[in-house]
Structure formats: C-alpha cells, structure tokens
C-alpha cells in the first residue's frame, strides 16, 4: 500500500491558483498533466480567500480548482488552509497574535500569525478544517489532508499572558503540585522558590540567564502546545473524513518540535528540504535528515517540498547547476520517500516569493527549469516500481530532543560550541561515505534490528534510556558529554556519565572544553575533551600531548565504546566496529544507497566516476543492463534493479 491512494511515485508541487486570474488555471493543469505530475498541494495560505468574512465562505474557486486537476490526473494534497489566519479574525482579536520574549506583539502582514495557545486561533482553525472536510471529504481528488504548514517555521513559541496560562496548565499537569516543580527546576538556586503555580511566568528575556530546567519546559511545552493546534485539527478532519490519511510537512531535524511524538501522530511523514546549492556537502546533511523521516515511523515518507533550483530566503540564493535538481530528487527517494514534490508549481508573480525558483518559470516552457521538470516526470515514471520499497540499516545514530533542548540551553554550559547537528553528521558522514545505511532512533526504542547503535551525544540520559542501551546486544559507541544530567536537567549523583557508568566503565572527573586542537592517538580533537578516570573499562587511545597528555581518551568495555572527545574524524573508531555491516564502495563523492531490491548510485561530483557494481541489474532510469564496472557521469545517477532481488 503507497503512501495514499495515488499508485507509483507522487509527483508535483504547492499549487496557488489564487494567485493567478482563471484563465492560467487551464494552461496550469495541461502542463501538469504533460509533465506527468500526479498531485498538487493546494490551499496551504488560502483562508483569508476561502473566508473573506466571518463565516461567508467562497468556495467556488477552490471547487473549480480540485475539479480541473482532478479531470487531468492531479490529486490534491489538500491543507486545511490554516497556516495564515486572515486579516478580520486578527483584527477582531489582536491579542492571537504572537508576542516575542521582549514582550513585542508582532504584526499581521506575513504568514504563522498566531499565537499557538489562542483559544480563538484554534477555534476558528478547528472549525475550518470541519468545514474543508465536509466540503470536500467526498471530492474525487482528494488523496491526504495537510494540517497548517511547517509548524514552528515562523511561530515556535509565544510569550502572551493567554501562552503563560496555558504553560501554567501545562506545568500544574506535569508536578501536580508547585513543590515538585520546586524540585524538578532547582528554585533554591538564584532564589526562585514559588508559592504558587500563579507565580510562573514564560521565560521571558531576564535580567541575566534563565533558570535551564524552566528552558527545558519551556521547548517541551512548545513543542506539545503546537501538536495541541495539530491533533484538534486531525480530529476535526478524522470526524469527517476517517479515511483519508493526514499530514504535515516536517522542516527536516528541527531543534523546535520533537518529530518522534510528533510523527506518531501522523499517518504519513511528509518533509521540506532545502540544501543549499552552493555547499558542495550539504547532499550530506540532507541525507541524515531523509534519514531520519524514515526512520521517524520506520517506513516510507514524502518529499513535500523542496526547491527546482534556488530559493528565495538565505542572503545569496545560488540557483542549482544542471543535473543537480534531478539528482537531488533522486536522493530523496533513494533515502526512502515515495515521491518528490516542489514548492512551487508555477513562479510567484509578487509577494515574498517572487524570485523562488518552480517547475514552470516565470519564462514558461522555453525555460531548463521547465526541461528539468518535464525530465524528471520521464525519470519518475521508469522508476515507479521504487515506491514502497523499505529500507534495511544495520546502524543507528540516536537522537534525542529533550536531550538536544538541554545541550542547547543558552549561557550556562561548559561551552556553546557543542551542536547536535554537528555532532551526528561527525558520526554520519563517513558511514554515508562508505554506503551504510543508517537508521536514526531514540534511545528507549527497540534497538534489537542494528549490529551498531551510535549516541553522538545523550547529555540528558535517564535511567530507563541507560538501560535500553545496556540491553542492547551489538557494538555501542557512545559520544562524550552524555549521561550529564536527569530528566530535569540536574545532575546525575556522583556526575558523568551518571546512568551510563556501570555500561562504559568510565567516569568523567572533570569537562575540558577546548579552544584548539588537541591530539590523540586516534587522530586530533577539537571543541570538546574530558579528564577521565577508569573503572573497569579499557582505554583504546590517550590524549597526547597538553593538560591531558597521557590520559584516556577512548576506552572499551565489552562491546561499549566511550568517546570523550570530538575527534575531527571518528572513521578509526568506526573501524573498530563495522566489521560485517553490510557496505557499498564508491569513490569520494559518490553516494551508494540501497532501498530494497534497488541500489542508488549518485554522483555528487563535477566529474565522471568510476563505479564497480556490486550485482548486475538494470538501471531503471535508461532500462540498460550493467554489470561490473561502469563510468557514473558528473551529477548523473543509476537506479540499478539488483538481479535476484526481485
Ligand atoms: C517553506 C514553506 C513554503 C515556501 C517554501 C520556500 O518553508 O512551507 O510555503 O515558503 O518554504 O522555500
């Protein structure tokens, strides 16, 4: 069973009709149907159209909409229309718009503007999304409802008096009582003891750094009270609608919005990617993030949107060179989506957007950006028999938000320079380079399908999340500053690795931040070393050389590997561990993925590539058999059906 109802690959874009007089609509839908475009995003920003007064709803348009796509090919992937309250709810009620941790209420004239705990907000999105289903739950071209739009992309949090009710409530659920919050936020500390929950307030800027575990909260609680918006307008669907599967599109890892629990409230996992053209690595970091939306419900996603060449949002918008927007939609479905989808359709004419890159430019079908989509529409359409097919990783990295939120927490930490990001494309890069697939997991989930389990870093790891990592029976490496502190952002009695100890054998007497590179037998540190001290572990390397000079650095006990430093290059402890991990190699820059019976080959580089195959197969994308070896061509890719594997 595919994602929806669609068969094959789904392909298309953000469609807003609403921006364009009528007459383009017919010129619209033939070009999709000429480029094989099987569905169409719709009515994401369309509620200030839809409902240009209270309650006086103007749904012809949308109605002619679906109906023409539908009569050529197009499903609709369509949004409840809530990401942009319009213009008379806001004035009626001024205070559902955000307000800043400076106490500045922002302005209507953008896009996300709400405050995520606004009774009124989500009343009247909740009501919309009722009224969207009943009108079109029985609408031909409807394949999956989108809820809002990239949650947290504009409006993560809100700092209002009706935000600070809602965080109280949310506190009084957790504690119970306010001693318990007492405990948990360390209030003897800086004399911050509450008497009553009434007394708590939102981290707003302070006069100096803000208490962390009311930071830690503070993301939990964002995070929770944006899924609130998300679930009650699901249920409002559902009510209608049970059928139909819901979405809503992730922004690949997100610091704000914990994508586990958020996942598992979806029936499908959709993603926005956007690497950026001008970074020669960045297919790297947008391989973890594929990554991890497969990861996120262990089966297929969706690529729902991304970019046919440049964006219109960094300082420089450098435009993708040929070849690269094929070969990066190629590497979406090589990671496990069921199709590639653009924001946008057609090119904006005004607004903010206006020099965003889509698959029909301003310069209409003379364009290369009309030949690249038309092309790859051919590519999606040999490669139809992709969709579905599962992944197999025999490693993971483990990642965590709450113990991201902690490791970010501003100002107070041995140093700022640690980045979870950073930290797991350390350990990603040279798998990815060496073709082994990887899973991304959180610590408590059944880690029984991997050979190797990798935690970049687990600074907040509590005892239950210890011991899913002490049951796990392969080879475990664990990355330095972790097992720092409890659930509430205290630290683990006797210090680090706190419930990790007895696992790794080791204990951490004192953090040693760096300022510059500091060697180890296994390679340079920077950033980040420790002062450890044994238990029962073995040491595997020692710093050389400065303070540390002659102390442990890396050290095994059992199958647990502790890593107490940054090492500018992890592969010599990889090395130690992957002995048997299934594995592609492919020179520098060429990206080898398998996904079921299919092996992805795609060169990332500017010039030809030698490739030995490991099996004969066909390449789906020209239908020419291959075996042994073959030149990949610069920014050229092989979808290779493996023989036998069918
Ligand atoms: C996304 C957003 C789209 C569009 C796109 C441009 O963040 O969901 O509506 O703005 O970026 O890159």
Redesign the pocket.
């Known amino acids: 069973m595919g994602l929806t109802r669609v068969p094959g690959l789904l392909f298309g874009g ?1 469609y807003n009709p609403e921006q364009w007089p009528e007459e383009v609509w017919a010129e619209d839908v033939r070009l999709m149907a000429e480029a094989g475009v099987n569905m169409a995003t719709v009515a ?2 369309s509620w200030s159209r839809l409902e240009p007064e209270p309650g006086a709803y103007d749904f012809g348009w949308l109605d002619r909409v679906l109906d023409l796509l539908h009569v050529h090919g197009v499903a609709a992937d369509l949004a409840t229309a809530t ?1 942009t309250p319009p213009p008379w709810l806001v004035r009626a009620h001024p205070e559902m718009m955000p307000v800043n941790a400076d106490g500045v209420r922002l302005e209507f004239g953008s ?1 996300q503007g709400y405050c995520p705990s606004s009774p009124v907000y989500r009343e009247h999105a909740t009501r919309l999304a009722t009224v969207m289903a009943e009108r079109y739950g029985e609408h031909p071209a409807l394949a999956m409802w989108h809820i809002g ?2 949650y947290a ?1 504009h409006t993560l949090e809100c700092f209002c008096p009706e935000s600070a009710a809602h965080f109280r409530r949310w506190l009084q659920a957790r504690y119970g009582e306010i001693g318990a919050l007492n405990a948990a936020w360390g209030t003897s500390c800086w004399g911050q003891h509450y008497t009553g929950f009434a007394q708590v307030e939102p981290p707003r800027t302070a006069p100096g750094p803000v208490n962390p575990a009311q930071l830690l909260d503070w993301r939990r609680f964002c995070s929770d009270a944006l899924l609130e918006l998300f679930q009650a307008e699901k249920a409002a669907l559902r009510a209608v609608t049970p059928d139909v599967p819901v979405t809503t ?1 992730f ?1 690949s890892i997100l610091h704000g919005l914990d994508y586990w629990t958020w996942a598992a409230a979806e029936d499908l996992v959709s993603d ?1 990617a ?1 690497p950026d053209p001008a970074d020669p690595t960045s297919h790297v970091a947008v391989a973890l993030s594929y990554d991890l939306m497969r990861s996120l419900k262990r089966r297929p996603w969706l690529l729902l ?1 991304s ?1 046919p060449s440049a ?3 960094r300082e420089v918008n450098a435009p993708k060179p040929p070849g690269v927007m094929r070969l990066h939609s190629l590497q979406a479905l090589a990671h496990g989506s069921d199709g590639v989808m653009f ?2 359709w057609r090119q904006a004419k005004y607004g ?2 206006k020099f ?1 890159s889509a698959m029909l430019p301003h310069g209409g079908t003379r364009t290369r950006g009309w030949q690249d989509t038309l092309r790859l529409g051919r590519d999606l359409r040999n490669l139809a028999e992709v969709a579905g097919a599962d992944t197999t990783a025999q490693v993971a990295l483990v990642l965590d938000w709450e113990s991201w939120w902690g490791l970010e927490a501003p100002e107070s930490m041995p140093s700022n320079r640690l980045k979870l990001k950073e930290l797991l494309l350390a350990w990603y890069a040279p798998l990815h380079a060496r073709g082994i697939s990887v899973d991304l997991t959180p610590p408590g989930r059944d880690l029984s399908p991997y050979r190797v389990v990798i935690a970049p870093n687990l600074y907040l790891c509590t005892e239950e999340q210890a011991k899913a990592l002490a049951s796990f029976d392969g080879e475990l490496i664990v990355g330095p500053f972790s097992g720092v502190v409890t659930r509430d952002d205290q630290i683990h009695d006797g210090g680090a690795p706190g419930p990790l100890k007895d696992l790794l054998g080791v204990a951490v007497d004192e953090f040693w931040p760096l300022t510059g590179p500091q060697d180890t037998t296994m390679g340079r540190a920077g950033t980040w070393a420790e002062w450890l001290r044994l238990i029962d572990a073995e040491p595997i390397a020692h710093y050389l050389g400065g303070d540390l000079d002659g102390r442990p650095a890396i050290t095994r006990k059992g199958r647990a590997t502790y890593v107490s430093c940054l090492l500018d290059d992890v592969t010599p402890v990889l090395d130690l561990v992957l002995d048997g991990v299934d594995r592609v190699d492919v020179p520098m820059g060429v990206e080898a993925v398998r996904r079921g019976g299919f092996l992805f080959l795609l060169n990332h580089t500017t010039a030809p590539q030698p490739v030995t195959l490991p099996s004969g197969g066909t390449d789906l994308l020209t239908g020419t058999p291959m075996r042994g070896e073959i030149a990949l061509p610069a920014r050229d890719a092989v979808v290779l059906r493996i023989e036998g594997e069918q």
């Open positions: 953000d994401v920003f990401a896009r739009n990239e992309d599109n922004m926005d956007y949107e970019a964006v219109s949002w924001f946008q903010p957007e965003h």
